[in-house]
């Protein structure tokens, strides 16, 4: 007769706390390898993106790789989308510090973003939607590139971009064939005229964005102070705006009525209801430097040293913890099925 083998406990938990932390190593390297792809990806998009308006490629540059990423890595470590490093840094600084331009006047203008389950297709994208964003990718004089991604524990991307230029060399001028130089092209955002809505029947009035408005636009075209946008969409001066966004520029109005029956006795009992409060949601929303600055620099300082834990070390721990939570559910169904037994 065949006999039944039954494995020991502690074999059976073993074997679970196996299979979750090969499934999520798994998952991991899946997550890395993506990771790594991202910031060519975000190249690949912006150069394909001059390419075709007739623009030249930005050259990838090493040191503006290292700063991109880094800075990537520090937003992640923050949970939090800024220009500012941790040392109070602005992108301008970083990148002179990184031995970026070996002392000649530097050029940088740096356009970030956030969000969960974005493409680089999708972040650059979006990036068109405003001038800072779209002067950063389709800079004439700008000629080198770096980029860099990188995810927080919430499973959130922060993506950037740094494109730069220093005096004391010459792009190379754009030729015709024959070796006539070309004319350089000159490429502008299309701003579409801010026009007013036409207000609801509840009295609300909803501005649609479009491309190039800006919110200190639709408060001069509404005649509305641009504190009021802000506080009706939950929006700060900061904020950038991206076509099709929808903003608020008057709340619902509701007026209050009353009613008086004909029995001279009764007094009027007025009903009102209550205006709702405007709620905004906002998705990787990205925020550029306004302009390029330029100042002669000191002698280049080291750059700080990311001082932050490294994700694989989380991830692993997160693994571990979820595969001995699952031998120890396991090994408690068993006791539970022993003792009904």
């Not at 390419?51 to 470590?77: C, F, R, W």
């Not at 509701?254 to 009613?259: N, W």
């Not at 929303?285 to 040293?305: E, G, K, L, R, Y």
Request: charged share 15%; hydrophobic share 40%.
């Amino acid at each position: 007769m065949w006999r039944r083998f039954r494995f020991p406990h502690w074999a059976r938990f073993l074997a679970a706390l196996l299979l979750a932390f090969l499934i999520g190593m798994a998952a991991w390297q899946e997550r890395v390898a993506r990771a790594e792809d991202c910031p060519s990806a975000l190249i690949a998009q912006v150069n394909a993106l001059r390419t075709s308006h007739g623009l030249p490629p930005y050259q990838v540059n090493s040191i503006l790789m290292a700063v991109a990423q880094a800075h990537s890595d520090y937003q992640a470590s923050i949970q939090t989308m800024t220009h500012i490093g941790p040392d109070g840094s602005h992108p301008r600084d970083r990148v002179i510090a990184a031995g970026y331009g070996a002392g000649h006047t530097v050029f940088v203008s740096e356009n970030i973003a956030w969000g969960y389950n974005l493409s680089p297709a999708s972040v650059v994208q979006m990036w068109t939607g405003d001038q800072p964003h779209w002067n950063t990718m389709m800079g004439e004089y700008y000629k080198d590139i770096g980029a860099g991604c990188a995810t927080d524990g919430r499973g959130a991307t922060y993506y950037t971009i740094d494109a730069a230029y220093y005096i004391g060399e010459a792009p190379p001028p754009p030729t015709l064939e024959g070796g006539t130089p070309a004319p350089t092209p000159t490429i502008e955002l299309p701003v579409v005229p801010i026009v007013r809505a036409t207000p609801r029947p509840d009295g609300a009035i909803i501005h649609i964005v479009r491309y190039g408005q800006t919110l200190s636009g639709i408060a001069y075209v509404y005649e509305v102070p641009i504190e009021d946008l802000l506080r009706y969409n939950n929006l700060t001066l900061n904020s950038t705006l991206y076509p099709g966004q929808e903003i608020i520029v008057r709340p619902p109005q509701v007026t209050a009525t009353s009613t008086v029956s004909a029995t001279p006795t009764e007094a009027p009992t007025p009903t009102a209801s209550a205006t709702p409060k405007p709620t905004a949601t906002t998705e990787a929303v990205a925020s550029p430097q306004s302009q390029p600055t330029s100042t002669i620099s000191p002698t280049p300082t080291p750059a700080a040293q990311d001082k932050t834990t490294p994700r694989g070390v989380t991830v692993l721990l997160g693994i571990l913890g979820g595969g001995a939570l699952m031998g120890g559910a396991y090994l408690g169904l068993q006791w539970l099925a022993k003792v009904a037994g």
